[in-house]
């Protein structure tokens, strides 16, 4: 349920308000927008009547029922405003937002070796990225593949992050790991295979660190936002849903089947930003710069791609990702697309 309060409410008005909702046992959370403020309720909320909470206040506008089973996660929770997810980075502080520039991550499936990972920042900063992707822990499909440099791992992303400026994004894969992970990692990654782990989302969305949580290869937008509303029930508003391609029935010539539509449905549903992962989408290279073009004017906020110095010797996940010419090209042709969406960054001034 939301309290939609009238504009020019009294903060005194809101403070009061909120304090006689939680003498009924809920919990108000305080959502600020652009030009009103609204207070979503969560819990027991079926059998409370609007027109009762409507008679706690002449600032009340209105009081509407989120009909949806994710509730923080619904736009309706945020009364449609888009949320912003604000990363703080070594180069000052990055939006994930429907109303913002376009945001790039990019880099390696894996984090190799120092020098891959370093050279991989410095390339694809240079091309214009505002983060650097690159797992220290890696699921991967079979216990005989390269599992990641785990710990050792996060020691060379905390370099390429230093060398580079750049924000760093990672995957996190088990509840212990998270806070070693979260020294280094501006974003932590929830990978598709455990999108419903229920317990790490839980305690992912205790810590404060900004999130970002992919599809599952087989869920449903309502799963998908269901992994989200956990993270958010659990006290972390910093959510940001990466579509990475769904199973279907064709994997012939493409690992995945890249779920564009999911931006205009996503767009009616969630408040959310969202980020499309063309990478692992179609899994080959030649693939990529297309559907990241179609994902841009598709309207995504941000876009992910893997890029490796050498993909013919990467350990995981080569046949997919671009080298960093390849990339410097993407960048340059994506330009036009970026402007046309009203998506482009403005060049920071140094002094
Ligand atoms: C990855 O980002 O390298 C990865 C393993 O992604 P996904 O969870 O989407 O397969
Ligand atoms: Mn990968």
Same mark, same amino acid.
Request: glycine letters at 8%; a negative charge.
């Given at each position: 349920?939301?309290?939609?309060?009238?504009?020019?409410?009294? *903060?005194?008005?809101?403070? $009061?308000?909120?304090a006689e909702l939680s003498t009924w046992g809920l919990s108000p959370e305080k959502i600020v927008g652009k030009h009103k403020v609204v207070l979503g309720l969560v819990g027991e909320t079926q059998e409370l009547d609007p027109y009762r909470i409507e008679e706690i206040s002449p600032w009340i506008e209105s009081v509407l029922r989120v009909e949806r089973p994710f509730k923080r996660a619904?736009?309706? #929770?945020?009364h449609n405003e888009p949320s912003e997810v604000v990363v703080n980075t070594p180069s000052g502080d990055i939006i994930f937002g429907q109303n913002h520039p376009l945001v790039i991550t990019a880099g390696p499936c894996s984090v190799e070796n120092e020098e891959m990972i370093i050279e991989?920042?410095? $390339?694809?900063?240079?091309?214009?990225?505002?983060?650097?992707?690159?797992?220290? #822990?890696?699921?991967?499909?079979?216990? #005989?593949?390269? *599992?990641?440099?785990?710990?050792?791992?996060?020691?060379?992303?905390?370099?390429?992050?230093?060398?580079?400026?750049?924000?760093?994004?990672?995957?996190?894969?088990?509840?212990?790991?998270?806070?070693?992970?979260?020294?280094?990692?501006?974003?932590? *990654?929830?990978?598709a295979r455990?999108? *419903?782990?229920?317990?790490l989302l839980k305690r992912i969305g205790r810590q404060s660190k900004p999130v970002l949580l992919k599809r599952g290869m087989a869920a449903t937008i309502d799963d998908w936002l269901m992994a989200a509303e956990y993270i958010l029930a659990a006290g972390n508003p910093n959510v940001i849903l990466c579509e990475r391609g769904i199973r279907t029935f064709d994997s012939k010539y493409t690992r995945n089947t890249l779920d564009l539509s999911c931006i205009p449905v996503l767009r009616k549903l969630t408040h959310l930003p969202i980020m499309i992962d063309p990478s692992h989408g179609t899994g080959w290279s030649d693939f990529v710069p297309s559907m990241v073009k179609a994902a841009i004017v598709a309207g995504t906020d941000s876009i992910m791609v893997e890029v490796h110095p050498n993909p013919k010797k990467a350990l995981s996940d080569g046949p997919q990702s671009l080298n960093p010419d390849q990339f410097d090209q993407l960048m340059q042709e994506i330009k036009p697309l970026v402007q046309l969406m009203g998506r482009e960054r403005q060049p920071v001034l140094v002094r």
């Amino acid at each position: 349920m939301i309290v939609v309060m009238k504009v020019g409410t009294p *903060q005194v008005e809101i403070d $009061r308000v909120t304090a006689e909702l939680s003498t009924w046992g809920l919990s108000p959370e305080k959502i600020v927008g652009k030009h009103k403020v609204v207070l979503g309720l969560v819990g027991e909320t079926q059998e409370l009547d609007p027109y009762r909470i409507e008679e706690i206040s002449p600032w009340i506008e209105s009081v509407l029922r989120v009909e949806r089973p994710f509730k923080r996660a619904s736009l309706e #929770y945020r009364h449609n405003e888009p949320s912003e997810v604000v990363v703080n980075t070594p180069s000052g502080d990055i939006i994930f937002g429907q109303n913002h520039p376009l945001v790039i991550t990019a880099g390696p499936c894996s984090v190799e070796n120092e020098e891959m990972i370093i050279e991989t920042a410095l $390339r694809v900063k240079a091309a214009g990225a505002q983060f650097l992707r690159g797992g220290a #822990y890696k699921p991967r499909t079979s216990p #005989y593949s390269f *599992q990641g440099h785990g710990e050792s791992a996060l020691e060379l992303l905390a370099a390429a992050r230093q060398a580079s400026g750049l924000g760093i994004i990672t995957e996190v894969m088990d509840s212990p790991d998270i806070d070693r992970i979260a020294e280094v990692a501006d974003v932590l *990654q929830v990978g598709a295979r455990n999108m *419903q782990n229920f317990s790490l989302l839980k305690r992912i969305g205790r810590q404060s660190k900004p999130v970002l949580l992919k599809r599952g290869m087989a869920a449903t937008i309502d799963d998908w936002l269901m992994a989200a509303e956990y993270i958010l029930a659990a006290g972390n508003p910093n959510v940001i849903l990466c579509e990475r391609g769904i199973r279907t029935f064709d994997s012939k010539y493409t690992r995945n089947t890249l779920d564009l539509s999911c931006i205009p449905v996503l767009r009616k549903l969630t408040h959310l930003p969202i980020m499309i992962d063309p990478s692992h989408g179609t899994g080959w290279s030649d693939f990529v710069p297309s559907m990241v073009k179609a994902a841009i004017v598709a309207g995504t906020d941000s876009i992910m791609v893997e890029v490796h110095p050498n993909p013919k010797k990467a350990l995981s996940d080569g046949p997919q990702s671009l080298n960093p010419d390849q990339f410097d090209q993407l960048m340059q042709e994506i330009k036009p697309l970026v402007q046309l969406m009203g998506r482009e960054r403005q060049p920071v001034l140094v002094r």
